[in-house]
């Protein structure tokens, strides 16, 4: 039950149960927007008062090609607006703040093997090599610690 509880309470979860609400908010406010002025839109240069009404009749069977229309058009203005204001804008701000990270280890003058930065000598040629960097400090016995 308590590893259940911590499911529930993770930070992910929570987070992608807001973004679910939310996407569905906005894809309502999209096909609103789409139905309420764009289809309308459409129909006045089409010559149908109602485009998403716009069908066809074959043997009986109706074919509302205007909501499937209605649906194109609401896909592509979400797919715009998600693209332009959150996938551009988060890979800008991603790009960015990263950070390159400083490698750790270098490579051998003599045998061209990975060593560590610190390191006198190489572990696979065992030749003396110069440390990048100083090696870290340790307290020598007896020695006041600060």
């Known amino acids: 039950m308590e590893g259940f509880k911590k499911f529930l309470l993770q930070g992910n979860l929570v987070q ?20 309420g002025f764009i289809t309308p839109l459409l129909g006045i240069f089409g010559g149908v008062p ?59 003058p003599y045998c061209y093997s990975e060593i560590d930065k610190r390191a006198g000598r190489c572990s696979n040629c065992t030749s003396e090599v110069i440390p990048e960097t100083p090696p870290e400090e340790t307290l020598e016995e007896g020695s006041p610690s600060s």
């Open 16 to 35: 992608l149960a807001v973004a679910v609400v939310i996407g569905t908010v906005f894809s309502n406010l999209i096909t609103a927007f789409t139905e």
């Open 50 to 108: 109602e485009f998403g009404d716009a069908s066809f009749t074959v043997n009986g069977s109706v074919f509302n090609y205007g909501q499937f229309i209605d649906a194109v058009i609401s896909f592509l203005i979400t797919a715009a607006i998600l693209y332009f204001f959150v996938v551009l804008p988060v890979a800008k701000l991603l790009e960015r703040t990263a950070k390159v990270e400083e490698a750790t280890t270098r490579e051998c």
